[in-house]
């Protein structure tokens, strides 16, 4: 079983709904939870962090936490095409602390 | 604000050559800094991790070695390239004794012929 596991897409969205995105993780010590974008040949780009069980809205994004269910969650309201990237899921056991990656999901934004 | 130098942005070794990678950071002091490697089509591996000069954990075997000479600067480096060696390899920084995660540097992307 691997450590943080991440469905590969494409998730396939239209334009204007909601892209979800799941992460589901075996370490029970783990604290601080991570969403990365990363376009194609690019670097990862932090957009969300969740510490606490519950719900967390930044703009058009929400993460959610369910530290029971080891269970991470990425909601994209209003998808637009410059959301089409893969997301990566990543864990760790205190913020500052290394960092264990899903293998990203693939997302698509189709006009 | 911090930021992560990367160089080179692009690098195209023959098999069996050296290497030497580098990363500095900026606008911050005592960092925890990261090497990840990324295979094509693949998640983010974290290959190692120092948290001060001279304080460097190997995360897997293989066939690279870092060292933190100074505060601010994490190397990355092989004696001889094997093809598997091949990635995109990403710096990475995160502030010690704060809950801020990290942030990752522009990356070098590595091809081994």
């Known amino acids: 079983q691997k450590e943080v596991e991440q469905n590969s897409g494409p998730l396939s969205v239209p334009e204007g709904a909601i892209a979800s995105l799941n992460c589901t993780y075996s370490d029970r010590g783990s604290q601080s939870f991570f969403w990365y974008r990363q376009y194609s040949g690019k670097s990862p780009e932090l957009i969300m962090f969740?510490?606490?069980?519950g719900d967390k809205e930044d703009g058009r994004f929400t993460a959610q936490l369910n530290k029971a269910s080891q269970y991470v969650s990425l909601l994209i309201r209003d998808s637009q095409p410059s959301d089409s990237a893969t997301y990566l899921c990543?864990?760790?056991?205190?913020?500052?602390?290394?960092?264990?990656f899903g293998g990203g999901t693939r997302v698509l934004v189709k006009p | 604000s911090q930021t992560i130098h990367q160089w080179p942005a692009t690098l195209v070794q023959p098999v069996g050559s050296p290497l030497s990678l580098e990363c500095t950071v900026e606008?911050?002091?005592?960092?925890?800094l990261y090497w990840y490697r990324q295979a094509a089509g693949r998640g983010l591996q974290l290959l190692f991790y120092s948290v001060g000069i001279g304080q460097i954990s190997s995360e897997v075997p293989q066939n690279l070695s870092a060292s933190r000479p100074q505060d601010r600067q994490f190397i990355l480096s092989s004696k001889k390239l094997l093809l598997s060696d091949s990635g995109f390899y990403l710096c990475a920084l995160s502030v010690s004794l704060s809950n801020q995660p990290q942030h990752f540097g522009d990356g070098t992307r590595l091809s081994i012929l």
């Open positions: 606008g911050t002091s005592n960092p925890n």
């Open positions: 969740i510490y606490s069980n």
């Open positions: 990543a864990v760790s056991r205190a913020a500052g602390n290394k960092l264990t």
